[in-house]
């Protein structure tokens, strides 16, 4: 029964995805034709070959990441100029998948893989009693040669399967979690905070004394609406630069 559940969850997560990006295509043909309205939900679910239920879910997911926008009685529009925006922060997106899109020639380098004990600035995440271990994965993203982001993600030893710790944290975060410990990441809260780095964070990025970096403090949080794994991303806005599509009706 478990099994089928969750094989029942992943197809459903497949044909969203599926979905999101095939609408994602048909909105880019459609403004090229000077075109600002979609079609119906049927008609979608009929163009698609899906149901109306997994449009009604791709739309939802476009209109949250600002690509569109539901105007009651009248449809579903474009939000044509939110298209330039290439590093969208509310899309919960791998960092090597956001700069491959913005033109950069990427590379991903895992550079250390280990267990270390939970800080007490960890202990506000996890919050469970028998978390003392932590999976700590270091990873350096760069753009066309020059480091971008630094992570470094935290995940408890408890999450994975017999403690077992990997060979390499070649996987993004979402990934990994996927992959080796059958969690999948629902939603990811972030903070961000603009920061002076301390001198990992300087060695990782290269660079200059006195330069500061954006912090972005993510949570990810599984199907069962618990914390999973905390990202600390150190971006370089040199090479990445995020922007946000902020909506302000739906009538």
Known sequence: ??????????????????????????????????QDRLPSEDELSALL????????SALLSLQKDGVVQRLHGRGTYINRHALRAQAN?????AFAEILAEMGHEVVTDSTDVRVEERTTSISRIFDWEDVTH????RRVFYADGQPAVFTIDHVPMRVLPENEL?????????DF??????????????????????????????????????LLEHTHV????????????????KSLRFSVVRTYTNS
């Open 89 to 93: 922060i509310s899309q919960d997106r």
């Open 134 to 137: 932590l999976c700590v994965i």
């Open 222 to 237: 599984d199907e069962s609406d618990v914390p999973v794994a905390f990202t600390q991303a150190y971006v370089n806005d």
């Open 49 to 56: 070959e899906v149901s109306r239920a997994t449009v009604r």
């Open 177 to 214: 979690l996927r992959v080796r410990a059958g969690r999948q990441v629902r939603y990811s809260v972030a903070e961000i905070v603009p920061t002076m780095p301390h001198q990992e964070v300087v060695d990782a990025l290269n660079l200059a004394d006195g330069v500061p970096v954006l």
């Open 166 to 174: 990997p060979d390499n944290g070649d996987e993004s975060i979402f």
């Open 1 to 34: 029964m478990v099994a089928r559940s969750l094989t029942t969850g992943r197809l459903q997560r497949d044909a969203h995805r599926v979905a999101k990006n095939e609408l994602a295509a048909l909105i880019e043909r459609l403004v090229l034709s000077g």
